[in-house]
């Protein structure tokens, strides 16, 4: 089991940035591929990015590419997402999650689950 809590939310205006950060506790971080969600009020959950065990592979949805930056510290149990030039389509709680199988854009294949921080920017 993987526990995972966000934290870092908030309110910004457009064209600010914000760091996402997610600790885990529980078994072995760094066996795990690590990434982030989101979903805004009345839509879908998507795929923001995500990280492999190792932090040698991303991968981002075509929306957050070249503005988000997803990282980890394995020594510090810690995955982080730097967003940059945020607009108000960024509104969302993002959600941490993790899996002990190959990472990827699809929520069905991570098992745990953050509660979410909520991110509003504001025009």
């Known amino acids: 089991q993987v526990q995972l809590v966000e934290s870092g939310g908030g309110l910004v205006q457009a064209g600010g940035s914000l760091r996402l950060s997610c600790t885990a506790s529980g078994r072995t971080f760094s066996g795990y591929a690590v990434g982030w969600f989101r979903q805004a009020l009345g839509k879908e959950r998507e795929f923001v990015a995500a990280i492999g065990w190792n932090g040698g592979a991303t991968s981002y949805a075509d929306s957050t590419k070249g503005r988000f930056t997803i990282s980890r510290d394995n020594a510090k149990n810690t995955l982080y997402l730097q967003m940059n030039r945020l607009k108000p389509e960024d509104t969302a709680v993002y959600y941490c999650?993790?899996?002990?199988?190959?990472?990827?854009?699809?929520?069905?294949?991570?098992?745990?689950w953050g509660q979410g921080t909520q991110v509003t920017v504001s025009s």
């Open positions: 999650v993790a899996t002990a199988i190959r990472g990827s854009a699809s929520q069905a294949d991570y098992s745990y």
